[in-house]
């Protein structure tokens, strides 16, 4: 099992940028797929990017693409979420998933059902 804390949220302005923070406790991150999905209010949480086990693969929503950044520091056990240029529509309540079974370098699911392991998420705020 991982215990997954994220930190990094905030309020900022339209265009502006934050970093995410996703550390783990208890275990190491490295045998794991590491995802961010984001839950705006009112709507569902949806799958906004994830990183395979071995850094070697990452993946984006389309919206978020060219903005966003996933990477990880196995040696720290923490993933990172870089954002960019962030919109008004990037408000949500930011979350950090782990999984070990069902993203790599080939493919990967991303709908949160199937991921295994949460953190109790960080709020990003974009005023326009």
């Known amino acids: 099992q991982v215990q997954l804390v994220e930190s990094g949220g905030g309020l900022v302005q339209a265009g502006g940028s934050l970093r995410l923070s996703c550390a783990a406790s208890g275990r190491t991150l490295s045998s794991y797929a590491v995802g961010w999905f984001r839950q705006p209010p009112g709507k569902e949480r949806d799958f906004v990017a994830a990183?395979?086990?071995?850094?070697?693969?990452?993946y984006y929503t389309d919206s978020v693409k060219g903005r966003f950044t996933i990477s990880r520091d196995n040696a720290k056990n923490t993933v990172y979420l870089q954002m960019d240029s962030l919109k008004p529509e990037d408000t949500a309540v930011y979350y950090c998933?782990?999984?070990?079974?069902?993203?790599?370098?080939?493919?990967?699911?991303?709908?949160?059902?199937?991921?295994?392991?949460w953190g109790q998420g960080t709020q990003v705020t974009v005023s326009s």
């Open positions: 990183i395979t086990w071995s850094g070697g693969s990452t």
């Open positions: 998933a782990a999984d070990p079974r069902y993203c790599s370098d080939s493919r990967c699911d991303i709908k949160p059902q199937t991921w295994g392991y």
